[in-house]
């Protein structure tokens, strides 16, 4: 038996991380993020025996709950050490002696498993990074420092020295060494081979930490110039405009410079601070949720395509700001032109952004170019964000994804696939959106005002506490697995000339990119002020005493908590009284007290700013609140019935706001969703047969309206199309709207995206796909009429009779 001696730290060592040196954890809570077993033993790996290494994992073990590295482990006698270690640091001369320090170590922690059947030590791989800057291409090595993975001492000295303030400490998911001795015994070759795993592991991390060098801006543009695709481009460019080649060249140059990203760490790093109390300033905390798998994604070597929802401006600052302080370097981003002004523009651009127009139409040369410039960026292995839906939701539902980015992602990865492209949707919430008030202006009619450094002060000035920021990761999209499971023999495909599409990738974009948006919902963060404002919206006069609407909160969580909408949704974890002090806190209610208690409000002006909240999370009730109104509407019913309806609507309703069940699914959800109604005391079933209890049924008709305005809407299209058979697409679309302002201002809805066409269009396509109208738009009668009996039954009758008269005035003044 081997007894490894354990390394002492000097006093010097321990003085200078304990008062110099600043550390950074990933995560930040290992114990419960890795699932780690403190009641079983923990060897730490490392890549590079370095005494300052261990001082600073020793700090981080002590701040964190976790043993101590430098205290050895006594196993069934045996004194061992509760670190190991890779490989020797290099020589200050000569080459790297082919040794593995680690390999006696790892032998000697395999016999003692096989020694002992019960013993199950965890294995626990810790990165440290000094610095974390990519370095230049080209760069020479004395200006790329924290570049080597295994410096020597004088190297790691200037390093440390350099980077004392910049510290990560990279917590790694751990290694049952039970199960490696149990599958494949001690036996020398896997000692080796698992060597050769771990060196390649701390290599990922490398990259996933700092990325790959960047290139010199200059040299990139005179890569993009060199391009077969861009020359062949500048040449149409030449011929079509009659210009010259210089002035064609210039063209292009100046569009590579306008869509080039100048990224720089330095700013990454020394912005790092600020943001930390710029956040602190804004938001009480930011919650982030599901990054575990990211950095999995990252140290498996996964090309990482980010493709977050867009809410706010802010957007683009919290993702790169959390996604650094998850131990990962910042995406490239794709921006919106209209970013790129000063001072914003440099910043962000240095920052990572790189900036596209609005449309590419018409211009075959700034096309190509940037589409050469993202494959470019894909081939060099940085990782990339941007907003599938295009541009800000100004009504806090996911948009229609737009699928240009999208396409060219794929269309990059059929040409170069050195990495697995991943696809990661990110869901982002916010107790208060800084635009919501311009966003409620510009639904109702106000012009979209440009973005200038006057708006950027102006936002300055409002900066103050708006209660907390929700980042949550979604299900990534393995690209090459989706592909396999979607599209038979699409590697024939690769490879195929640029000019030249597989015929399958314009629908599978479409359907990837409808994916996205579903597993962006799926990852939906409930705070206290969407789900209160969810509840006061559903009240008829935008009214609730607190006893009922806590009773509602409580409610609501445990129908999610109870029959999860997803795995990476989250929910508040305090009590329902908890929940709605912090939304009361945030003052955007109406609070009245009198002798029976407080009651909370919305005046209209409220109710219209609030609804951008409610419809964060709108989807996640959209099912329970199909069910609860048609119980609501029909005092005795069969669950088969409920089954027939839900099947009808689900369809149109999932269209418009990216639910996640399939067809298969729907039958159990409805069953899961009746049966936790039932133990809430909502209903009765009785042998299949539902009946409303009366005592709650006040809570059953809350539910219930959350889903009513998009049922109206439904019922205004579906009567237009009972009427009018034969009927203009925008004409259909007009007129719906048109019916429907009326029917807000009549019947009070406070929701703008009730009359948004964008809406509107989504439902008549949705219609179109279902062959409720042919392909010529013609309505098909008996479809339609079923479809608008259904949900007129499920609309209350002053809303029926409103449309009804509203059709009858529109009849007038068209005769």
């Known amino acids: 038996m081997i007894t490894i001696m354990q390394q002492t730290p000097s006093m010097l060592s321990r003085s200078f991380v304990n008062g110099l040196v600043k550390s950074q954890y990933v995560p930040d809570n290992p114990v419960d993020a890795l699932k780690l077993d403190l009641t079983r033993p923990i060897v730490y790996a490392l890549k590079t025996k370095s005494m300052t290494d261990l001082v600073a994992l020793q700090r981080a073990c002590k701040e964190l709950g976790l043993p101590d590295p430098l205290t050895p482990i006594k196993v069934n006698g045996v004194i061992i050490p509760s670190h190991v270690c890779l490989d020797n640091p290099a020589p200050l001369f000569g080459k790297t002696k082919n040794t593995d320090v680690f ?57 440390v020295g350099l980077n004392r303030k910049d510290n990560l400490v990279r917590f790694n998911n751990p290694v049952s060494l039970r199960f490696m001795a149990d599958q494949h015994g001690s036996d020398e070759k896997l000692a080796q081979k698992l060597i050769r795993v771990a060196k390649i592991h701390f290599s990922r991390q490398k990259l996933a930490a700092s990325g790959p060098k960047l290139p010199n801006r200059y040299q990139l543009f005179e890569q993009l110039l060199r391009n077969p695709e861009v020359k062949k481009a500048i040449q149409v460019e030449i011929a079509e405009h009659n210009i010259s080649a210089q002035k064609a060249e210039k063209r292009a140059n100046d569009y590579i410079d306008e869509i080039a990203s100048d990224f720089s760490y330095k700013l990454v790093k020394n912005t790092s601070n600020f943001m930390s109390w710029l956040w602190n300033k804004i938001y009480s905390g930011i919650k982030v949720n599901n990054a575990e798998q990211v950095r999995k994604l990252a140290a498996d070597g996964h090309e990482i395509v980010f493709m977050p929802c867009h809410r706010s401006h802010m957007d683009y600052l919290l993702i790169s700001y959390v996604i650094y302080n998850e ?58 964000e941007f907003f599938t839906e295009g541009g800000r939701s100004r009504t806090g539902r996911l948009l229609p994804p737009k699928t240009g980015m999208l396409n060219m992602t794929l269309q990059a990865m059929l040409r170069e696939q050195n990495r697995p492209i991943t696809l990661v949707p990110v869901y982002l919430g916010y107790d208060h959106v800084m635009e919501v008030s311009t966003y409620v202006k510009e639904l109702s009619g106000a012009n979209k005002k440009k973005e200038s450094m006057f708006q950027v002060f102006g936002i300055a000035k409002k900066l103050k506490n708006y209660g907390q920021a929700f980042v949550n990761f979604g299900e990534p999209i393995n690209l090459n697995q989706y592909l396999n499971k979607h599209v038979e023999n699409w590697r024939d495909d690769m490879n195929m000339p640029v000019e030249e599409q597989p015929r399958w990738l314009q629908q599978t974009t479409r359907d990837l990119a409808n994916k996205v948006m579903v597993n962006i919902n799926s990852a939906a963060a409930v705070n206290s002020l969407t789900i209160c404002a969810l509840i006061l919206h559903a009240a008829p006069h ?134 936790e109604m039932q133990e809430q005391g909502i209903i009765n079933n009785n042998n299949g047969v539902i009946t409303p209890v009366n005592e709650r049924l006040m809570s059953l008709k809350l539910l219930a309206a959350s889903i009513q305005e998009t049922l109206q809407r ?102």
């Open 103 to 159: 390999f006696d170590e790892f032998q000697q922690l395999l016999r003692l498993h096989k020694d002992d059947k019960v013993l199950d030590i965890q294995l626990m791989p810790v990165a440290l990074f000094w610095g974390r800057a990519p370095g230049k291409e080209g760069q020479v090595p004395l200006l790329s420092l924290a570049n080597s993975i295994s410096p020597s001492r004088l190297r790691k000295t200037l390093i």
């Open 327 to 384: 131990g990962l370097i910042p995406p490239h981003i794709a921006a919106g032109i209209n970013l790129n002004f000063f001072p914003a523009g440099p910043m962000f651009r240095r920052g990572g952004a790189f900036f596209l127009r609005r449309t590419f139409k018409g211009n075959k040369l700034y096309a190509t170019i940037f589409r050469e410039y993202l494959s470019l960026l894909f081939s060099k292995g940085y990782s990339v």
């Open 542 to 675: 935008k009214a609730l005493s607190r006893e009922i609407l806590v009773q509602q909160i409580d409610s609501y969580l445990k129908l999610l908590r109870n029959n999860p909408y997803s795995e990476f949704s989250t929910l508040p974890e305090n009590s329902a009284e908890e929940i709605l002090d912090q939304a009361m806190s945030l003052k955007k209610f109406t609070v009245r007290e009198d002798s029976l208690g407080q009651m909370l409000s919305m005046s209209y002006e409220q109710a219209v700013l609030l609804t951008f909240y409610r419809n964060n999370i709108l989807h996640l009730f959209a099912l329970p609140s199909l069910i609860a109104a048609i119980v609501a509407e029909t005092p005795t019913i069969t669950v088969k019935d409920i089954n027939a309806k839900i099947y009808q609507l689900y369809p149109l309703i999932q269209a418009e706001l990216f639910l996640k069940y399939s067809e298969d699914e729907l039958s159990d959800c409805i069953t899961n969703t009746l049966t």
């Open 714 to 815: 439904y019922a205004i299209v579906l009567t237009v199309l009972e009427h009018d058979q034969v009927i203009e697409r925008t004409h259909l679309e007009d007129r719906s709207q048109l019916i429907a302002e009326r029917l807000s201002s009549l019947n009070g809805v406070s929701a703008p995206e009730f009359f948004d066409k964008k809406v509107l269009t989504i439902f008549i396509d949705k219609l179109q796909e279902l062959h409720y109208l042919s392909d010529a738009g013609t309505a098909k009668a008996d479809k339609i009429s079923l479809l608008a009996n259904t949900v007129r039954s499920l609309t209350t009758l002053e809303v029926k009779q409103t449309i009804s008269d509203v059709m009858l005035s529109q009849q007038s003044n068209d005769g």
